[in-house]
Each structure stands twice: as structure tokens, then as C-alpha cells.
């Protein structure tokens, strides 16, 4: 079983930065494919960024692409999600996702994962 756990979610204002991020336990070393996604107010949970964890390969929606940088630690036991510029737009529950198929991945699609953690707020205002 994997558990996921994110953090680093917070309030900023227009222009900040923020780094999330999920620690991943349990069975860690088949968690292949991982993902962030946000979901705003009244809005469906999209994918935003994903990492094929096995050689780094990343993969970005086009709407955080030069904004968002997905990365791991050495360990793998972390996944991060670095935002910059950050936009009230921006502002969502973001979740991380993992699942232990390769195939496919880089992947932000929702159905690819089958293991999530509880989510962190991201506010943007100012």
C-alpha cells in the first residue's frame, strides 16, 4: 500500500513562489508514475504536472508550462512541485498522485493514478 502526504500549501500574494511536497510511503520503490493535479473552487481536478520517476522524464499541462518545475529527491521518497509566479488563478487544492504502472508516464491524466494523498490549499491574493 502507498501512502501520500503533501505539504507546503499556503496563502501568497500575486508574483510569490511556493514548493510543495508529497512524501511518499509504503511501497515506494514501485510507485513508477507520479503526478500533481489542483482542483479550484467549482472546477474539475486537472493535471498539471507529472514525472516519470524511473529517469526523470517530465510532462506539463501548456497553461504552467515555464511557471511549474515537478522534481524528486535522490531517495525518491519525495516528489516536489515548485511554483513560481504564482497568479490568483492558480489558487486550488493541489494533489499528488502515484501509481505503480510505468506505462504511459509522464501522465497527467486523472485515471492513470490509483493511489492519492489528501490534498494542501494554495490561496493566491492579494
Known amino acids: 500500500q502507498v501512502q501520500l502526504v503533501e505539504s507546503g500549501g499556503g496563502s501568497v500574494q500575486p508574483g510569490g513562489s511556493l514548493r510543495l511536497s508529497c512524501a511518499v510511503s509504503?511501497?515506494?520503490?514501485?510507485?513508477?508514475?507520479m503526478a500533481w493535479f489542483r482542483q479550484a473552487p467549482g472546477k474539475e481536478r486537472e493535471g498539471v504536472a507529472g514525472i516519470y520517476r524511473g529517469d526523470g522524464r517530465t510532462h506539463y499541462v501548456d497553461s504552467v508550462r515555464g511557471r511549474f518545475t515537478i522534481s524528486q529527491d535522490n531517495a525518491k521518497s519525495t516528489v516536489f512541485l515548485q511554483i513560481d509566479s504564482l497568479q490568483p488563478e492558480d489558487t486550488a487544492i493541489y494533489y499528488c498522485a502515484a501509481s505503480e504502472y510505468g506505462g504511459s508516464c509522464p501522465s497527467i491524466y486523472e485515471s492513470r493514478y490509483e493511489y492519492w494523498g489528501q490534498g494542501t490549499q494554495v490561496t493566491v491574493s492579494s
Open positions: 509504503g511501497a515506494t520503490s514501485s510507485t513508477n508514475c
